[in-house]
C-alpha cells in the first residue's frame, strides 16, 4: 500500500534529444522531478534538447469510454493472458485491435506504467473513471497469486452483467416515457388548437355551459396565455435539477435515499443494490481478497449511498470479530435468504457458492419485478391518456348534444 502512494506522487516528463549514436529521440515516462529525469536521461546517455512536465490530455481521465470498451478490453486481455502471452505483448495486441481512440490512448499510458515496472493494477490507478478501487485490488491481488486470466474473465463477465442489467432498465422506460410524453403532446395541442374554436361558437351562443366544459375551456385559456412561461418553466426546473444531481453529491445522496422511501420502487432498488454488492463481494472472494478487504473494496459499488453506508458498517462488524450473516440480519436491509444462505456459506466454508446462488434469486427477483412495474406503469398511461381524451372530447362536445334546446 505504501509503494502504490509513492507510486501516485510521479508526473510524467516529455523529453526530446539525442542518444549515443546520435540519433533522435523522444518519448513520455514517469518521475518524482525534473531533476530525477534529468539524471535518468543522463545515465541513459542521453543528450537533452528538450525537457518539461507534460500535462495530461483531457483523455486521460475521459468517462467517455463505454463499459462495453471496458468489457471487452478486459475479456481480451484475460484471453491473451491465459495463452500465456506476456502481459506487454498482450497489452499491445488489444491496443492493436482496439477502435476506439480512447481505448487505445489509455493502454499506450498503462503499457509505458507497465514497461517502467508497474503493475497491471497500479497502471489501471491511474485510470478511476473506468477502473474502480474494486477491480484495481482485484487485479493487484491475482497478479500476486497468478490467478490473473480468471479474475480478469469473472470481471468482465460481472460488468457485462452489470451492463445488461442497466441496458435492460432503460429498455423498459423506454416506452412508457414515450407514451407519457406523447399523451403530454396531445393534451396540449387539444388545448391550444381543438378547444378554442369551438370555445368561440360556444360563447356566440351564450348559454350556460355544463361544469366540465368550463373547466376544459378555463385549462385551455390558461394555457394559451402562459404556455411559453410553462414551457419555460419546465426547462428550467428539468435543467437545474440535472445539474444539481450532476455537480452536488448532497442531491445524489438524497436522491438515492429518498429512492428507498417511495412505495412501488423501494423494493426494485433494494433488490438491485443488494445483487450488485453481492456480485461484487463473490467476486472478490473468488479471486481470494479475504473478506473483510472485499468489503471495503464494495463500497461505492452498489449504487446507492444507504447500502455504501452499510457495507462500510459490515466491514466494521466483521473487524471486530461478528460474522457477516450477523452483521446483514442487524442491518435489516438484506432479504431473509440471503442473510440464511450467507450464514450456510460461513458455517460450510461455501460462502462464494451460496452468495451466488442467492444472488441468482435476487437477479430473478429484480427482473420479476422491474417486468411488474413496468406493466403496470404502461397500463396506467394508457387508462389515462383514454379517460383524459374521452373527458375532453365529452367536455367540448356535450353542448352539441344539446344545441337543440340552447337555440
Not at 486470466?149 to 432498465?169: D, N, W
Not at 361544469?211 to 385549462?219: F, K, P, Q
Request: net charge positive; with cysteine; glycine share 6%.
Amino acid at each position: 500500500m505504501m509503494q502504490s502512494a509513492v507510486i501516485q506522487q510521479k508526473k510524467p516528463f516529455y523529453y526530446r534529444g539525442k542518444n549515443k549514436v546520435g540519433e533522435a529521440v523522444s518519448g513520455i515516462f514517469y518521475c518524482f522531478s525534473e531533476q530525477r529525469a534529468k539524471l535518468r536521461l543522463r545515465k541513459q546517455k542521453v543528450s537533452l534538447n528538450l525537457i518539461y512536465e507534460k500535462q495530461l490530455p483531457t483523455w486521460f481521465r475521459s468517462s467517455k469510454i463505454s463499459h462495453v470498451d471496458i468489457t471487452m478490453f478486459l475479456r481480451q486481455l484475460s484471453t491473451m493472458v491465459d495463452a500465456s502471452m506476456p502481459l506487454l505483448e498482450g497489452l499491445r495486441a488489444v491496443r492493436e485491435s482496439a477502435e476506439h481512440v480512447g481505448v487505445k490512448n489509455m493502454l499506450s499510458v498503462m503499457i509505458l506504467k507497465i514497461d517502467e515496472g508497474h503493475s497491471l493494477g497500479e497502471a489501471m490507478s491511474l485510470f478511476p473513471d473506468q477502473f474502480d478501487k474494486m477491480t484495481v485490488s482485484m487485479v493487484e491481488t491475482a497478479g500476486q497469486t497468478g490467478i490473473l486470466p480468471q479474475v480478469l474473465a469473472r470481471l468482465a463477465e460481472q460488468k457485462e452483467k452489470q451492463h445488461t442489467r442497466i441496458g435492460r432498465l432503460k429498455r423498459a422506460l423506454i416506452y412508457p416515457m414515450t407514451m407519457l410524453t406523447s399523451e403530454i403532446i396531445l393534451l396540449a395541442v387539444m388545448l391550444l388548437f381543438v378547444v378554442p374554436p369551438l370555445q368561440n361558437m360556444y360563447t356566440n351562443l351564450n348559454a350556460e355551459l355544463p361544469l366540465i366544459t368550463e373547466v376544459v375551456i378555463g385549462m385551455s385559456t390558461w394555457l394559451s396565455e402562459y404556455w411559453l412561461w410553462m414551457l419555460a418553466s419546465i426547462v428550467i426546473t428539468v435543467w437545474g435539477l440535472a445539474r444539481s444531481f450532476k455537480r452536488s453529491q448532497l442531491v445524489r445522496e438524497n436522491f438515492q435515499r429518498l429512492q428507498l422511501k417511495i412505495k412501488g420502487i423501494k423494493h426494485l432498488v433494494a433488490a438491485s443494490a443488494t445483487s450488485q454488492l453481492m456480485h461484487s463481494l463473490s467476486t472478490q472472494v473468488q479471486a481470494g481478497i479475504p473478506i473483510l478487504q472485499a468489503l471495503r473494496g464494495a463500497v461505492g459499488t452498489t449504487g446507492n449511498v444507504v447500502y455504501d453506508e452499510c457495507c462500510e458498517q459490515l466491514s466494521q462488524s466483521v473487524e471486530r470479530g461478528d460474522q457477516l450473516s450477523e452483521a446483514m440480519a442487524r442491518s435489516k436491509l438484506f432479504p431473509e435468504v440471503l442473510v440464511q444462505m450467507t450464514k450456510t456459506g460461513e458455517q460450510t466454508g461455501d460462502i462464494v457458492i451460496m452468495v451466488d446462488r442467492a444472488v441468482q434469486q435476487i437477479d430473478e427477483d429484480v427482473e420479476n419485478k422491474l417486468d411488474a412495474v413496468t406493466n403496470l406503469f404502461e397500463t396506467f398511461l394508457v387508462v389515462s391518456l383514454s379517460v383524459s381524451i374521452g373527458l375532453m372530447v365529452v367536455a367540448m362536445y356535450l353542448p352539441i348534444f344539446k344545441l337543440g334546446g340552447i337555440v
